[in-house]
């Protein structure tokens, strides 16, 4: 029997993930038909984490048998043990300090810094016609991809479940393969410009060099 205190705050999972996708959109507002597709499913990788983080906790339902055996002084059905990774192999402090917790904000504050950082500089390139360079693509060719796996592992860290379990991977896949297609599209359309920021600047880990110079345009 879950305990009605803790849980079955639908309004505050709703108004949660709203304002996580509304603040997503307002710095990576998807400019095409693959943007739109990997947004939606990030959309629907928050609102499964808030589903189940105030409405109804479906992965502690499901492996509370489990949990209850293994670490039988936890009480499962309290909200501070969605934090399943610091219950489990964390130091036993409040799990809101925990290092799990600490590193999950630090990656989720990452990523919407790359998101916001790298979207003017992609938005002036796609007006003018030009090649990004400039911004977070001096460092890394998909600032905005990387940014938004940033978040997912975050949030991951912070509340794992089995439905974000399961949806994590399949996001990776998506932007590794959105990103690719941007690499070949990119390449087709600017040749010689492309190859050349390809070569100094990597696809997902930055390096400490220098970018080739460039205008600061589109993908």
């Known amino acids: 029997m879950i305990p009605s205190a803790e849980y079955g705050f639908w309004l505050l999972a709703a108004v949660n993930a709203a304002l996580f996708i509304g603040f997503a959109y307002s710095f990576a507002r998807p400019l095409e038909a693959r943007d739109w597709r990997s947004f939606g499913a990030f959309s629907a990788f928050i609102v499964a984490l808030f589903a189940e983080m105030y409405g109804f906790p479906l992965t502690i339902y499901l492996l509370a048998g489990w949990l209850q055996t293994r670490w039988p002084g936890v009480n499962w059905f309290s909200h501070d043990s969605g934090h399943l990774l610091e219950m489990i192999a964390g130091p036993g402090v409040n799990p809101h300090f925990g290092p799990f917790h600490l590193i999950s904000t630090a990656l989720i504050l990452l990523g919407f810094w790359l998101i916001a950082a790298a979207w003017p500089v992609l938005y002036r390139a796609a007006r003018s016609g030009r090649l990004a360079t400039a911004g977070p693509y001096a460092r ?8 938004f796996i940033l978040i997912t592992t ?4 912070q509340w794992p479940t089995l439905i974000t379990l399961a949806m994590y991977p399949v ?49």
Not at 140 to 147: K, L
Not at 154 to 157: A, D, E, N, T
Not at 205 to 217: E, N, V
């Open 140 to 147: 890394i060719r998909h600032p905005q991809y990387a940014g």
């Open 154 to 157: 975050g949030f991951l860290l």
């Open 171 to 219: 996001l990776v896949v998506m932007y590794l393969r959105l990103a690719a297609r941007e690499d070949a599209s990119a390449a087709e359309r600017f040749g010689a410009e492309h190859a050349a920021w390809a070569r100094s600047v990597p696809a997902w880990i930055p390096t400490w060099r220098r970018a080739a110079s460039g205008p600061a345009a589109s993908r």
